[in-house]
């Protein structure tokens, strides 16, 4: 009701802009009339209608606003519940499906309870960690590994050792006692002191996408088996 008032006022208002003859003059040369009275509700008029349409887009702001909170509150849930909104270590995408495959190939290529030797020079402490996890036994009354995640070593020589492209007795001793090589991110130093192990070509140019299964014999050598 207040609104309405406040037009009528601004209607009472404008017409003190009709224009008055002049006394003894041309009817149409009067001066119009522009006084505080039409100038008030003219005025209020103008804030009235600034401040409606203030209201108003102040109301869908908030409308949006609350929206988008609802949004981030449930992404949020989401997020914590299953971390779809994050990104994953490099790690976490490939290790689990070379885990099933090792799990898969016990008591055919492996042996039920294999040992492992994991090479990762780019990620060392966050693969081996990752692959233990995903090594746990996954059937019910069974032992507490699928297979054992060999202790980590260090695979290469220092940079600027003239052996540098030789491997060590060491690791020649914990590659050729695992029951499964399986290399994951190596170093080109290191790939090319295993190369002379390996017979396949492609195997020796990416042994990263191999599987390696040691024979023992009068030299050590891999047989690869694809991921």
Same mark, same amino acid.
């Given at each position: 009701? !207040? =609104? ?16 008055? *003859? &002049?006394?003894?003059?041309? *009817? $149409?040369?009067?001066?119009? @009339?522009?006084? =505080?009275?039409?100038?008030? #509700?003219?005025? +209020?008029? +103008? ?16 409308? !949006? +606003?609350?929206? $988008?909170?609802?949004? /981030? ?6 997020? @914590?519940?299953?971390?779809?909104? /994050? ?8 290790? *689990? ?8 190939? &016990?008591?055919?290529?492996? *042996? ?5 030797? @994991?090479?990762? /020079?780019? $990620? ?14 996954? /059937? ?41 090589? $399986? ?10 002191? @295993? ?13 990263? !996408? ?15 088996? #694809?991921?």
């Amino acid at each position: 009701m !207040a =609104g309405y008032c406040v037009y009528a006022f601004c209607a009472l208002g404008l017409a003190g802009f009709v224009p008055r *003859p &002049r006394a003894g003059g041309h *009817p $149409w040369l009067g001066a119009r @009339l522009f006084t =505080g009275f039409s100038l008030i #509700p003219v005025f +209020l008029f +103008l804030v009235h209608i600034i401040a409606g349409v203030g209201l108003l887009a102040a109301a869908y702001a908030l409308v !949006a +606003l609350a929206a $988008w909170q609802v949004g /981030q509150v449930d992404r949020t849930v989401v997020d @914590l519940a299953t971390r779809t909104f /994050q990104g994953l270590h490099s790690r976490l995408i490939r290790i *689990p499906p070379d885990a099933a495959r090792i799990r898969a190939m &016990r008591g055919n290529e492996l *042996p039920p309870h294999p040992r492992v030797a @994991l090479i990762d /020079q780019e $990620w060392p402490v966050d693969a081996w960690a990752i692959a233990n996890y995903y090594a746990i036994g996954t /059937q019910y009354g069974g032992p507490p590994k699928d297979f054992t995640v060999i202790d980590r070593v260090r695979w290469a020589t220092p940079a600027g050792d003239e052996r540098s492209d030789v491997l060590s007795d060491d690791v020649l001793g914990v590659l050729g006692g695992a029951d499964l090589v $399986w290399p994951l991110g190596l170093e080109d130093r290191l790939r090319a002191a @295993l190369a002379p192990y390996i017979a396949d070509p492609e195997c020796r140019r990416r042994p990263e !996408a191999h599987f390696l299964l040691p024979k023992t014999g009068a030299r050590l050598s891999f047989a690869c088996l #694809p991921k």
